[in-house]
């Protein structure tokens, strides 16, 4: 009997670099508002909205006041 060894899933990543990245991304997540779970659709899905939220903290990040006066 074949022993199966479930392996750990691999969550996709991709980082967002510029202003026209982000607008894309956003275009793409609109169409992709339907995806069905576990699909590739809903991996890419899953991968551009945390791209879409690292991109906007690092955004926040550096538009933030630094305190020095």
């Not at 991709?14 to 991304?25: K, L, N, P, S, V």
């Amino acid at each position: 009997m074949t022993r199966l060894v479930e392996m750990p899933v691999e969550t996709p990543s991709m980082t967002i670099q510029t202003d026209d990245e982000f607008r894309a991304a956003l275009a793409r997540l609109q169409t992709l508002e339907s995806a069905t779970f576990e699909t590739s659709y809903a991996l890419e899905k899953l991968a551009l909205q945390a791209a879409v939220a690292e991109y906007m903290a690092r955004k926040e990040a550096s538009a933030a006041p630094t305190g020095a006066i």
